[in-house]
């Protein structure tokens, strides 16, 4: 899916996020643990072995648990990554950083920590600013891209943050991920179409989560296709326009609605695996179009000789 929701603030929070790197003792990236691959930043990967970094798959009490588990032993394969699923109803977990920071920094008890805190969009980064701060130092919302700034952040804790404002980046070469992104809540509703992400939502559950489907609403089996079931379940819902056809819209947000508050159940959109396919994908989309435009430029440039003659 094609992504048009790059605020003005996003691409100059990237540019400051390359001047800052060099000047902190580590980074915090919180990446949305029902989709840790598509939620984290590839400016961010870009200085995971200069820097040491943990990563905080946030929103963990929304994912499927043995999922954030292979996430988290895949994570900490990279070198000076450490991985730890939190969530902010057990505030206590996000304390524990504090001790984390220091210890990844080899600072003593006396020495402030610097960290560059940074996230995408809704993830739940301000929130974890104000555990972490004790008190209410950062705002919070319901919707992605309150924080429009940089900040600095002294917790008085041992922890200095430097907050960054919630980013995405200018091209989402995946559009998996795209999906993702968009069914998580991380791009405004205004940016999307909701129906397109509902199939897509439907889809994905049919192939990994039939059980979840079948218990949520009541059917002893599921159709093959995301429309078929989209249908059935509007019609389940009373989801209806004019002359009774099913008003896809409303049915749609109410799906994406129930997956973003767990209430279909706990359920992470991507594995380790399937991201790493997608990966090999993209790359060979790349190479493709590369090799298309270069023989596109080859033509015009003969077509000029030609002309020229």
């Known amino acids: 899916m094609s992504i048009n929701w790059f605020p003005g603030h996003m691409n ?16 915090i990236e919180i990446v949305d643990a029902r989709i840790p691959y598509s939620s984290s930043n590839p400016v961010i990967a870009e200085f995971h072995t200069r820097k040491p970094c943990i990563t905080l798959l946030s929103k963990s009490d929304l ?9 988290i032993e895949h994570l900490e394969k990279k ?16 304390r524990q950083l504090i001790s984390i920071c220091k210890s990844m920094t080899r600072k003593d008890v006396m020495g402030n920590v610097t960290a ?39 917790l008085h804790n041992g922890l200095v943050l430097i907050d960054s404002p919630g980013i995405l980046w200018p091209k989402i070469e995946n559009p998996d991920s795209g999906y993702r992104l968009a069914v998580t809540g991380a791009i405004k509703e205004t940016a999307i179409n909701n129906d397109e992400v ?26 093959e296709s995301d429309i078929e079931f989209m249908e059935i ?21 109410i799906l994406i609605n129930e997956y973003r508050t767990a209430t279909l159940g706990r359920i992470t959109l991507e594995t380790p695996e399937m991201t790493m396919l997608e990966e090999i994908e993209v790359a060979r989309l790349q190479e493709q179009k590369a090799i298309e435009k270069a023989a596109s430029e080859r033509k015009r440039k003969m077509a000029y000789k030609l002309r020229g003659k």
């Open 198 to 223: 509902g199939c897509y939502v439907a889809a994905f559950l049919l192939k990994h989560y039939p059980d979840m489907l079948k218990e949520r609403f009541k059917l002893e089996t599921l159709p």
């Open 79 to 94: 070198e000076n990554v450490k991985a730890i699923a939190v969530t902010t109803e057990q505030p206590d977990q996000i």
């Open 116 to 154: 560059l805190i940074t996230g995408i969009p809704n993830v739940g980064k301000s929130t974890i600013i104000n555990i972490l701060a004790g008190r209410t130092v950062a705002r919070t919302g319901n919707e992605p891209a309150i924080t429009k700034a940089q900040q600095r952040i002294d």
């Open 63 to 71: 994912a499927d648990p043995e999922t954030t588990q292979q996430w």
């Open 12 to 27: 100059k929070a990237i540019r400051e996020i390359r001047e800052t790197l060099p000047k902190v003792d580590l980074i």
């Open 233 to 253: 379940i509007g019609r389940q819902r009373g989801c209806l326009g004019s002359g009774g056809h099913v008003d896809f819209h409303r049915i749609a947000t």
